[in-house]
T-cell receptor
Framework: DVKVTQSSRYLVKRTGEKVFLECVQDMDHENMFWYRQDPGLGLRLIYFSYDVKMKEKGDIPEGYSVSREKKERFSLILESASTNQTSMYLCASSLFGSRYFDEAFFGQGTRLTVV | SQQGEEDPQALSIQEGENATMNCSYK?????LQWYRQNSGRGLVHLIL?????REKHSGRLRVTLDTSKKSSSLLITASRAADTASYFCATDWKTSGSRLTFGEGTQLTVNP
């Protein structure tokens, strides 16, 4: 069965901390995504990676960075957490490394609270 | 940003009725997908329709795509209480093959 696993379901961090959100997929997918989801705003794309060590900014990359050292793992980094980064973070992966996306598989989400 | 926009934002129906949700988008796409999200969980893929297709079926789901109007609809027939969830459309743009972007979703409530 296809699986995307996010390291934590719930996370509470302090303002100014460096936060790592980890995502692992077991499907050998080329594409991996990080979204954040907020009420009334839907899902917004933070970063996207189409291959190992490759990344592309999404719509709201400010305050975030990513790392993809291995194909199966895509990490989202909050360099200095702020309260406005309190949100639900969703990781996804999909096949097709070139131009078109097929079905995306999502992790269960990480609800991050920054206090 | 290039996002699909779902309509209505919320829909409440009785079990057994049909539910129709609409999605509009702004520019040319490669494909359009529909996803479902149960409260507090990740999204689950329902159906994908490519830009050269007009209609697709999967079980009780029927999706249509009108590229001239840049719109899609998702019909759930004979709804059940278990269909209660948020439904999102997602578009893969033709101008940039690197983004899969989502709308804000329709919250469907099916009352038993």
């Amino acid at each position: 069965d296809v699986k995307v696993t996010q390291s934590s379901r719930y996370l509470v961090k302090r303002t100014g901390e460096k936060v790592f959100l980890e995502c692992v997929q077991d499907m050998d997918h080329e594409n991996m995504f990080w979204y954040r989801q907020d009420p009334g705003l839907g899902l917004r794309l933070i970063y996207f990676s189409y291959d190992v060590k490759m990344k592309e900014k999404g719509d709201i990359p400010e305050g975030y960075s990513v790392s993809r050292e291995k194909k199966e793992r895509f990490s989202l980094i909050l360099e200095s957490a702020s309260t406005n980064q309190t949100s639900m973070y969703l990781c996804a992966s999909s096949l097709f490394g070139s131009r078109y996306f097929d079905e995306a598989f999502f992790g269960q989400g990480t609800r991050l609270t920054v206090v | 940003s290039q996002q699909g926009e779902e309509d209505p934002q919320a829909l409440s129906i009785q079990e057994g009725e049909n539910a129709t949700m609409n999605c509009s988008y702004k520019t040319s796409i490669n494909n359009l997908q529909w996803y479902r999200q149960n409260s507090g969980r990740g999204l689950v893929h329902l159906i994908l329709i490519r830009s050269n297709e007009r209609e697709k079926h999967s079980g009780r789901l029927r999706v249509t795509l009108d590229t001239s109007k840049k719109s899609s609809s998702l019909l759930i027939t004979a709804s059940r209480a278990a269909d209660t969830a948020s439904y999102f459309c997602a578009t893969d743009w033709k101008t940039s093959g690197s983004r899969l972007t989502f709308g804000e979703g329709t919250q469907l409530t099916v009352n038993p």
